[in-house]
């Protein structure tokens, strides 16, 4: 089945820090790609979405890159603020499936 | 607003005392569906709705249940509550997966949900 794997946290950055969260998948056919974040004490918001190789979402100064060839869909975000501080999500869903399916979350704290 | 509301959004309650979380949603959306976030296990799907009258199992059902009677809702049910469905739960709805839309998930502020 379908599976999604982030790079384990917890993670902590500095301020102007640049950010990379490493996800890679596993799936049958041609999925769509997301990033989620989690705002403390909040439900999950949609940070930014691909939905065909070699596409980039993009959104509040984060990037993400669809590669097909490598099966991943890191987040990067070249200088972090104290309110990116939030438990980020990478998921996937493949056309017409029920399901979607996400990774176990990174927890990203900037410090002043 | 476009939103998806939940209630309530914390309970506590006793093993074996029947409850329901409510989940609405205003962006006529044909799919729906309830998630778990445990710590250390992420965010663990429980049943989901492509449409009305239509529902499926997702990964952990066991223990829930959920019925799609209109569109716009979709009732969590624990029929009998036990300490292991201790967890903060979320109720979440997309356009349907058939219509051309990529899937992304709009999602309610959770609810926390324990079970003594």
Redesign the interface.
């Known amino acids: 089945g379908d599976s999604v794997t982030q790079m384990e946290g917890p993670v902590t950055l500095s301020e102007e820090a640049f950010l990379t969260i490493n996800c890679t998948y596993t799936a049958t056919g041609y999925p ?1 790609l ?1 990033w ?1 974040v989690q705002y403390p004490g ?5 940070l930014l ?1 691909a ?1 065909k190789a070699d596409d980039k979402g993009s959104n509040k100064g984060f990037e993400a890159t669809y590669r097909k060839e490598t099966t991943s869909f890191h987040l990067e975000k070249g200088s972090v603020q104290v309110s990116d501080s939030a438990v980020y ?1 990478c ?1 996937l ?1 493949n ?6 399916t ?4 990174t927890t990203l704290t900037v410090k002043p | 607003e476009a939103q998806v509301t939940q209630n309530p959004r914390y309970l506590i309650t006793v093993t074996g005392k029947k409850l329901t979380v409510t989940c609405s949603q205003n962006m006529n959306h044909e799919y729906m569906s309830w998630y778990r976030q445990d710590p250390g296990l992420g965010l663990r799907q429980i049943y989901y709705s492509m449409n009305v009258e239509v529902t499926d199992k997702g990964d952990v059902p066991e223990g829930y249940k959920v019925s799609r009677k209109e569109k716009r809702n979709f009732p969590l049910i624990l029929e009998s509550p036990s300490p292991n469905q201790t967890s903060l739960y979320f109720c979440a709805s997309s356009l349907s997966p058939g219509a051309g839309a990529p899937g992304e998930l709009f999602f309610g502020e959770g609810s926390r949900l324990t079970v003594l």
């Open positions: 769509s997301f989620y909040e439900g999950l918001q949609l979405k939905t999500f998921a869903k056309t017409n499936a029920g399901k979607s996400f990774g176990d979350g």
